[in-house]
């Protein structure tokens, strides 16, 4: 029966070209190295090694073998590098869903960050509604993800602080003189709304009814990323999150709302599995990139006040 030390002695004796090198590399002496080698050749009743001017020279059956053997070898190299790479906390694998406004440009912009700490995880960002990404929390398809706070069942929660909705508006618009904007400054005017049933569309539209507020809704679509490309465009004005709203801040004006719209994220985790290290480092420093960015965005809301 083939023993694993045999094996291992053929793959240094055919990497290396020698029995003294390969005793070197496995850590054990010459004449160790070649009984290894004989008793493997006993074993598969092959002529594995012919000897020509002082060295090895592998046979056509050796480097048959050799190939499926270095096969193997790397296979369970990758498995004790997986290891490695869990227990140092640098690879593995993640999955991230979140709401199209985070990811869209805040998330992909963290996790190029966490991800240069960690060359080795494999990520993968999807962005979908709260309803898929609740999916495929429950049924294991994501370790994590991040969705307006509603009604949540079957999952752990991770709640974030809660951040402000803005308002956007052409660079050429008449209200992009007030420092900020207030509801009623909506009254007639051509507005982009998110559809059901975005959370965001629900309060806004709330909003509007309280105050008796009538805007002229131009279109509607399902993501904020669009709603602003829109309003670049000169097409209305709207309301969108923070995280959005930066990101195309250089082709649109941002304003804050007074009083304020707050909206609330949570990160959300499968009650099932045991959150590993590499998600619950990820939950720690997002929660901390999160939270600077509201702090950035309080600072220059102040700052231009």
Known sequence: MLKHRQVEAFRAVVINGSMSAAADMLGITQPAVSRLIKDLEYETRLGLFERSGGRLIATGDAMALYREVDRSFVGLERIAGLARDLRERRGGALRVAALPGLANGFLPAFAANFLAKRPSLNLSLHGMNSHYILEWIASGQCDLGIVENTQLTNVTIEELPPSHLVAVLPKEHRLVEREQIVPEDFENEDFISLIQPSVMHAMVDAIMRERGIV???????????????????????????????????????????????????????????????????????????????????????????
Not at 277 to 304: G, K, P, Q, W
Request: charged share 20%; net charge positive.
């Open 215 to 305: 805007r002229r809704i131009k279109a509607e679509t399902p993501l904020s990323m669009i709603v602003c490309g829109m309003v670049s465009a000169g097409f209305g004005v709207s309301i969108v999150d923070p995280f959005t709203a930066d990101r195309y801040s250089s082709a649109l004006v941002v304003r804050p709302i007074d009083p304020p719209i707050s909206i609330h994220w949570t990160i959300v985790l499968p009650t099932h599995i045991k959150a590993s290290s590499i998600t619950n480092e990820f939950v720690s420093e997002f929660r901390r990139s999160f939270c600077d960015f509201l702090a950035s965005r309080s600072s220059r809301s102040e700052a231009a006040a």
